[in-house]
């Protein structure tokens, strides 16, 4: 289980499908009996959890039904980019069953000026474009075969270099099974890539605290 602050306030709880009926009792024992208004709970003490469902997950307003979905085994692909490394996978529930790691040098940026910085630009550019390219490529070798098998595309890294992958026409399949949830991951490694799975398998959870 992972937390992390939440933007408005409050922090975001990540909670493993097998574990979410103890992560409710501990929030019983903290806060309280609670009601539930749809996935939103509000204790007695007044704090409140708004539960989501996992990527691929059936769509749900009722908290047992979102029990019951989040613990069924699914596959999901995952694609992770961060400017030149880019990690993809299939995770069938909590395994990773296939993955593709691969890097390409970028430069970085430069504080360089005039034509220089111009042409510095340009080639880091065109290093950029390569990488995506082959990303796309992996994305496709890999994750197009499984398409109709899973139930959702979890990407992370760095948003411009996964809508830049995603871009490329043949992945348009792909990019219609993208889930909302983003994953912030650093550079993408195998590692990374196991790693991964547990949030895009998480239920994942608003909590905030009495007033």
Same mark, same amino acid.
């Given at each position: ?16 499908? @097998?574990?979410?009926?103890?992560? *409710? ?7 309280? &009996?609670? !009601? ?6 509000? $204790? ?10 996992? =990527?691929?997950? &059936? ?5 047992? @039904? ?27 529930? =909590? ?59 979890? !990407? ?7 809508? !830049?992958?995603?871009?490329?026409? &043949?992945?348009? =399949? *792909? $990019? ?9 991951? =650093? ?22 605290? &009495?007033?």
């Amino acid at each position: 289980m992972s937390a992390r602050p939440a933007a408005g306030g409050g922090r975001w709880v990540d909670v493993a499908p @097998e574990r979410l009926a103890r992560w *409710l009792e501990n929030f019983t024992g903290r806060h309280g &009996p609670w !009601t539930a208004e749809g996935l939103l709970l509000t $204790a007695e003490d007044g704090a409140t959890a708004e539960l989501a469902a996992p =990527p691929g997950s &059936p769509e749900t307003e009722d908290l047992d @039904e979102l029990r019951r979905a989040a613990g069924e085994s699914r596959r999901i692909g995952l694609l992770l980019a961060r400017k030149g490394a880019v990690a993809v996978g299939v995770a069938d529930g =909590p395994k990773l069953v296939v993955s593709k790691v691969d890097t390409h040098y970028v430069q970085g940026r430069t504080a360089a000026g005039g034509w220089s910085q111009q042409r510095f630009a340009r080639r880091r550019n065109n290093q950029a474009k390569a990488a995506a390219a082959d990303g796309a490529g992996i994305a496709a070798r890999l994750l197009l075969p499984e398409v109709r098998t899973l139930s959702a595309l979890v !990407t992370g890294g760095d948003h411009t270099a996964v809508d !830049t992958i995603l871009a490329a026409a &043949p992945l348009q =399949p *792909l $990019a219609a099974l993208r889930s909302d949830r983003f994953l912030e991951v =650093p550079e993408p490694r195998k590692t990374v890539l196991e790693d991964a799975i547990a949030q895009a398998r998480a239920v994942r959870i608003l909590v905030k605290d &009495p007033t």
